[in-house]
């Protein structure tokens, strides 16, 4: 028997809003000021990378929304045409923009696209997080039934440790010689195997299940939520000190924050009841925001580069223009009879049932 639960869930809407603007604004500041701190730069640029490196947490928090919607509506198996509708509303836009952004980035070197197309397929562009959330499809499908039966407390601590070790390996063994492969893997193709993700993946499937069940334990408990957020960031902003790991959402460190604030915003969301029209509008668009606003922080911070030194003001200007385009391309392109299938579907409430609301970009430690 499938019991599917379709509603619209307010607070999933509004956390899906903070965590895509979060993402554009860590990338404005990564665009503005580069992306690695170094000895001798301001210290305003270390702590506007610190920032960055927390408001990171956009990328395990679409992790979370993407299963928590999954669980929520499909709690025993998906409609027959379930992977067919994914792959023609996230998969191919995926595999557009790959083709999109690697004309972009090698337009003058026209050999090489075929290999940098394949790599961006692969994960090598910013679109890599939708790899992730269709290994969440599948996983969600083979294990619904065999996660229920067990403890849930067994089943988060496990995946915790597993989550940990992963990045922990990542984050602390050195990459060992060897060619391309192992280069890119010791770079970023660790990102996509949903080891890195599966804590949240467990949590989430829970959560979704018993929303009600979870909201009430969020109001019950928001006191502790707020002290362990707290708690949660101070190792991250002692880590950050001793410059050895970077600014993003795969370090270690980074799990139990990234934990605490999603659990927060979703505290906060379930007392706010904030609803305007532009926040739907970017909720609507959210995943077409994910796919094209990389594009346009690459444009608009080339031509203030070329034309004004802004200093940090650049950081404003370059998240709202990045916002502002995206959402009327987004709403433009969707226009097209085809449109949806290049930059996802707009229009109505997105990211429902376990799509992907954005991820994060090429080369920036989202």
Known sequence: ??????????????????ACLSIILLHSIQFTIGFEWTEGSPLLDYALLTAAGILAFGTPAFVFISELLLSHSYPDRFPKAFYKKRILMILTPFAC?????????????PGRLPYVVVLNLMGDYH?????????????????????????????????????AAYLAFFNFVEQP????????VWERGYWVPFLGWIFYFCLA???????DDFLAALDRYKRGIVIGTLLAAAPVLFVNTLNVLGFGSKRVDML??????????FLIA???????????????????????????????????????DLGYFEIPILFAAALISSIVTVLAV???????????????RTGRNGSPGLAAPQKAQG
């Not at 607070?11 to 903070?18: A, K, Q, Y």
């Not at 010689?177 to 890119?184: A, D, I, K, N, T």
């Not at 139990?256 to 915003?265: G, T």
């Not at 926040?279 to 668009?285: A, E, F, G, R, V």
């Open 1 to 18: 028997m499938i019991v599917r639960k379709t509603e619209y869930i307010q607070e999933v809407g509004l956390v899906r809003v903070v």
């Open 97 to 109: 923009m790959a083709v999109f952004y690697a004309i972009f980035a090698n337009y003058d070197d």
């Open 127 to 163: 679109g890599w997080f939708v790899l992730v959330v269709f290994q969440f499809y599948v996983l969600h499908r083979l294990f619904t039934k065999f996660l229920s039966r067990i403890p849930a407390k067994v089943v988060l601590a496990a995946a915790f440790v597993i989550n």
């Open 177 to 184: 010689s060897g060619g391309r492969l192992v280069s890119f």
């Open 205 to 211: 499937y829970y959560c979704g299940r018993r929303y």
């Open 256 to 265: 139990p924050l990234s934990l605490m604030l999603i659990l927060l915003l």
């Open 270 to 308: 379930s007392k706010a009841k904030i609803r305007s029209r532009w926040l739907d509008l970017i909720d609507s668009c959210s995943f077409g925001i994910y796919l094209i606003h990389y594009f346009y922080l690459m444009l608009y911070s080339g031509l203030l580069d070329r034309t004004a």
């Open 334 to 348: 969707n226009k097209l009879p085809f449109g949806k299938y290049i930059l996802g579907r707009a229009g109505g």
